[in-house]
């Protein structure tokens, strides 16, 4: 069997069981290993195989991924999101729009901290939904603030999916958390922009609530002492060197389990629950991992990335035309596709060409994520959007398909100039070795 044939079955039967709903992991587990021993042979594919699996076992950086799981169950199950709502909610529930900030900020932290999207939009709507639309705010601009803020978290560090792309990129993922700040920034103070220009536009829409005493806010930080002294610990302590990634990830997990202990007691269902759901997903991740490595193998021996390349380069294209149409590329299907699944199967092909550019990988994994968050809740799809509207399901979907409209306009100003300047991503690792 030619090259050339093994490339377009492999990839047919790739998207076969993604069709099928085959989990993605398996789907490229299945079709690596496929090609891969049409291709060099069943023993070296079979070692190959073996091999991937012990390395992501013994990946110090992939065991980050169950800690920091393990942290956000604890987190949540305490109680934190409310109280890093409350704390925002305080200082800028006040101002027109402030109460949407005060959720963007709720989302951003907690995201942080439990590193799902789906998670924090599941705990925000309980949170901060009942509550904006208590002060007036139209329904489906609530859903959508929130459905757009549960993306904040796959950005702002520490996020599980760099930690993904830390792995299959060969980077250290310490210089990615570094190169997510202020894009991560970014991120916050475009949808901030997005929520003051909504209630220009709709100034009934928000209405400002009284503002509160000092008395009133300092109870609110007191309260929120908990969430923010795990914040500053985990995330101030990998920054300034105090501890390795992991060793920050153990302290934040323990500490969550004393806050939860704290404030719920010990309920052996409730801890063996929430241990069971973190394993659940980090086997559903390690698996993602592994196949994506061993559709890697694939790729790289049958030549498809310098087929790919070549296609590219025989276009003439300038190297921001090609970027473009793939980041148009990774929107459409990410229509169709889960976005990760998307950058893990075209990541093998897609990062030499980026790399032999003379881009920096950092950067691309930004803009990677990016995109991503793009996907979560541009129409016509849009996970986020689709978990927010079977929580509020008087809320039609097209109604808050239009709730998100602001913020999908910021974030592809955001795109554009994460791609037209990408010293945005890379100024601060290079300053920081």
């Known amino acids: 069997m030619s090259p050339t044939t093994v490339i377009v079955l492999g990839f047919a039967g790739l998207f076969a069981l993604i069709l099928l709903q085959v989990p993605i992991g398996v789907a490229m587990m299945v079709a690596g290993a496929a090609g891969f021993a049409a291709i060099v042979g069943i023993d070296p594919a079979l070692s190959m195989f073996g091999g991937e699996i012990a390395a992501s ?32 909610d305080a200082f800028v529930g006040h101002r027109r729009g402030g109460l949407a900030l005060a959720t963007l900020g709720g989302c951003a932290g907690f995201g942080a901290l439990c590193g799902s999207s ?54 250290f993922v310490i210089d990615l958390y570094v190169a997510a700040l202020i894009p991560a920034l970014m991120a916050v103070l475009f949808y901030a922009a997005a929520v003051l220009l909504y209630g220009l536009m709709h100034r009934d829409a928000m209405p400002a609530a009284p503002r509160l005493g000092w008395g ?96 590219v380069n025989a276009t003439n294209l300038p190297p921001w035309g090609v970027i473009a149409l793939i980041l148009v590329a990774y929107i459409v299907l990410g229509a169709f596709f889960d976005e990760v699944a998307t950058m893990l199967i075209t990541l093998p092909f897609v990062l030499p060409l980026i790399i032999s550019w003379g881009y920096d990988p950092l950067w691309w994994g930004i803009v990677n994520v990016t995109v991503i968050m793009i996907g979560l809740f541009c129409p016509p799809i849009g996970l986020n959007v689709m978990v927010m509207h079977g929580l509020v399901r008087n809320v039609p979907l097209r109604r808050i398909y239009g709730g998100v409209m602001p913020f999908l306009l910021a974030d592809f100003l955001r795109l554009g100039l994460l791609v037209a300047f990408p010293v945005i991503a890379t100024w601060l690792p290079t300053v920081m070795r």
Not at 61 to 82: C, K, Q, W, Y
């Open 118 to 171: 789906l998670a924090t939009v599941g705990t925000m709507h309980r949170v901060a939904y009942p509550e904006m639309l208590a002060r007036g705010y139209p329904p489906h601009f609530a859903a959508g603030t929130i459905a757009v803020g549960g993306t904040l978290g796959i950005l702002v560090p520490p996020s599980i999916i760099l930690v993904v792309y830390s792995v299959l990129a060969e980077t």
């Open 57 to 88: 076992f013994s990946s110090a950086d992939l065991a980050l991924i169950p800690v920091f799981l393990l942290m956000g169950n604890f987190a949540s199950a305490a109680g934190l999101s409310t109280d890093l709502y409350r704390l925002s």
């Open 216 to 311: 009133e806010r300092w109870q609110a930080v007191r309260q929120a002492t908990a969430v923010v002294t795990l914040a500053l610990l985990v995330i101030g302590g990998i920054y300034l060197g105090v501890f390795t990634a992991l060793e920050a990830a153990s302290v934040g997990a323990v500490l969550a389990f004393v806050a939860y202990l704290w404030r719920r007691g010990w309920n052996r269902y409730e801890v063996f629950k929430l241990i069971g759901e973190t394993a659940s997903v980090t086997g559903m991740i390690y698996v993602m991992v592994i196949g994506a490595s061993a559709f890697n193998y694939f790729v790289t021996v049958s030549g498809v990335a310098d087929l790919f390349m070549e296609m």
